[in-house]
C-alpha cells in the first residue's frame, strides 16, 4: 500500500470515529441518569459540552497547527479522544463525565482542524474528490453506525462499554497513526500567537453556540447569546486590525469569494438538515408509534445511501463544477423536504423511505463537493485555516438548526397535542427548504467567483 493511501486510512479512520464518537452516547443518556440521579437538563450537556468544546477550540487549533505541526496536533487529537473516552468509562459521577466528554471534545477538535488539511496535502488535486468523497462516506457512515451500534452496547453491556469501545478505537487508531503518518507539516512562515483573539473567540462562540441552543430552555440564554455577541464584535475588531497575523485573516474572505462562498454554503445546508432526523425520530415514535429501534432501522435509509454515493459524488468534483453538482444537491433535498410534509398526514412508510434515499443522494451530492470547493480555493498556507472553518461551520449550522426546531416545536397550536406536533413538525420542513434554496444563490454564485491563483495552490 502506498504512502499516499495509508495516510487516508488513517485519517478516514479518525473521521469515522469522530461522528460515531458524537452520536453513539444519546440512547444511553437516560441510564446514566438513573445511574447517578441526574435530571434530563443535565444530561443534554454530556453531547452539549462536547458540540461546545469542539466549535471553541476548532478555529485556534487549525492555527497551532501551523506552527507547531499538522501531524503532531492530528495525532494528539487521537491520543486526547483515547485517554478522555477511557477515564470516562470510569467516572464515578456526571461532573466526571461531562468533564471528560468535553475534553474529548477537544481532542475531536484537533482532529478536524487537521484531517482535511493533511488530506488534501496528500491527495494530489487530479484524485482529490474522489478522497474526499470517500472520507465523506466514512463520516456518515459513523453517524449511522454511532446510535445503532451505542444502543446494542448500551442495552447488552450498559453504558460504560461505548466508552471503552470508543477509547479502544481511538487508541489503536492513534498507534497506527503514529507508524503510518511520518512526515510533518508546518507553515514556512508560522503566524505569531494570538492569544488574546483565541480568548476573545473562545467566549463569543461559547456565548453565541450556548445562547442559540438554549434559546428557550434557559434564561441565561438571551443574556450570554448578547454577551457573546460582544465579544465576537470585539474579535472581529481585533482580527482586521492584525491582518496576516491574526488568528482568522479577515481579508481571506473579502479577497477569495469562492472560499467565503463555499463558507456560507455549508452553514446554510447543515442549518437545513441537521435536525432532519431528530424530527423524523419525533414523527416516528411519537406519531406513529414505533420503537427507538424501529425508527432507528427506518432512519438509517438516509446515511446508507449518503455512504453510498459520497465517493462517487466525490469523483464528479474531480472533473465538474462543484458549484452546479452542490446546487443540484440542495435543490435535491429541498424538493425532498416539500415532499415529505404531504407524506407526513398519510403516515406513509415507503413513500417516506423513498424521499429518504431522495434526500440522501442530495446531501451525498452537497457533501464531498462542497469540502473539495473549500480546500481547493486556498493556496496550501491555509489548509489548517480552511479546514478549521469547515468545521465551524458545520458546527454552528448544526447549532442553528437546533434552535430552529426548538423554537418551531414551542409554538403553540389551536388542536390537540400529537396535531400540534404534525403541524410543527412540517412547518420546519418548509423553514428547512427555504434555507436550501436560499443556500443554492451562494453556492451558484462561486462559478464566477475569485479563489487562490492556481501557482499559489
Not at 452516547?25 to 437516560?30: A, D, G, Q, V
Not at 410543527?424 to 451558484?444: M, N, Q, R, T, Y
Request: proline share 5%.
Amino acid at each position: 500500500m502506498s504512502e499516499e493511501k495509508k495516510i487516508l486510512a488513517a485519517i478516514m479512520a479518525a473521521s469515522f470515529i469522530t461522528p460515531f464518537s458524537s452520536s453513539a452516547l444519546t440512547l444511553s443518556l437516560p441510564d446514566i441518569g438513573r445511574e447517578f440521579a441526574a435530571p434530563p437538563q443535565l444530561l443534554a450537556w454530556i453531547l452539549t459540552g462536547y458540540l461546545l468544546a469542539n466549535v471553541v477550540c476548532l478555529l485556534p487549533l487549525g492555527r497551532i497547527a501551523d506552527r507547531i505541526g499538522k501531524r503532531r496536533v492530528f495525532l494528539s487529537g487521537m491520543w486526547l479522544s483515547g485517554l478522555t473516552a477511557l477515564a470516562g468509562a470510569f467516572s464515578t459521577g456526571i461532573g466526571a463525565i461531562l468533564l471528560w466528554r468535553s475534553l474529548q471534545g477537544v481532542g475531536t477538535s484537533m482532529l478536524f482542524a487537521t484531517n482535511m488539511s493533511l488530506l488534501t496535502l496528500v491527495v494530489p488535486k487530479e484524485r482529490r474528490g474522489r478522497a474526499i468523497g470517500w472520507n465523506v462516506a466514512v463520516v456518515y457512515t459513523g453517524l449511522a453506525l454511532g446510535p445503532v451500534l451505542g444502543g446494542l452496547m448500551n442495552y447488552y453491556l450498559g453504558w460504560r462499554s461505548i466508552f471503552l469501545f470508543l477509547a479502544a478505537a481511538s487508541l489503536v487508531a492513534a498507534a497506527l497513526s503514529e507508524r503510518v503518518i511520518k512526515r510533518e507539516w508546518r507553515a514556512a512562515a508560522p503566524p505569531p500567537a494570538d492569544t488574546p483573539g483565541a480568548l476573545l473567540y473562545g467566549i463569543g462562540m461559547a456565548g453565541v453556540m450556548f445562547g442559540l441552543s438554549e434559546l428557550m430552555g434557559s434564561p441565561l440564554a438571551l443574556p450570554a447569546l448578547l454577551l457573546g455577541l460582544v465579544f465576537f464584535a470585539l474579535f472581529l475588531r481585533r482580527e482586521l486590525a492584525l491582518g496576516e497575523s491574526a488568528l482568522l485573516p479577515l481579508h481571506l474572505f473579502r479577497a477569495n469569494r469562492a472560499f467565503t462562498l463555499s463558507s456560507l454554503t455549508a452553514m446554510l445546508n447543515y442549518s437545513a438538515t441537521f435536525a432532519l432526523t431528530f424530527l423524523l425520530s419525533l414523527y416516528l415514535q411519537n406519531l406513529l408509534g414505533f420503537t427507538s429501534r424501529e425508527a432507528g432501522t427506518v432512519l438509517l435509509v438516509q446515511p446508507v445511501v449518503m455512504a453510498l454515493l459520497s465517493p462517487q459524488a466525490g469523483r464528479l468534483s474531480d472533473k465538474y463544477s462543484a458549484a452546479l453538482l452542490t446546487s443540484a444537491g440542495m435543490g435535491i433535498i429541498a424538493a425532498g423536504l416539500v415532499l415529505l410534509i404531504p407524506i407526513l398526514s398519510h403516515a406513509s412508510l415507503p413513500l417516506l423511505a423513498l424521499l429518504l434515499v431522495l434526500i440522501g443522494a442530495g446531501f451525498a451530492l452537497f457533501g464531498a463537493p462542497n469540502n473539495n470547493a473549500i480546500m481547493s480555493a486556498v493556496p496550501p498556507r491555509y489548509y489548517s485555516l480552511a479546514s478549521s472553518m469547515l468545521g465551524t461551520v458545520r458546527l454552528v449550522g448544526q447549532v442553528l438548526s437546533c434552535a430552529i426546531v426548538t423554537l418551531l416545536l414551542s409554538l403553540r397550536w389551536d388542536a390537540p397535542a400529537e396535531a400540534s406536533l404534525l403541524h410543527s413538525i412540517e412547518l420546519s420542513f418548509v423553514v428547512f427548504a427555504v434555507l436550501c434554496v436560499l443556500g443554492i444563490v451562494p453556492s451558484l454564485a462561486r462559478r464566477a467567483a475569485k479563489s487562490a491563483p492556481p501557482e499559489e495552490r
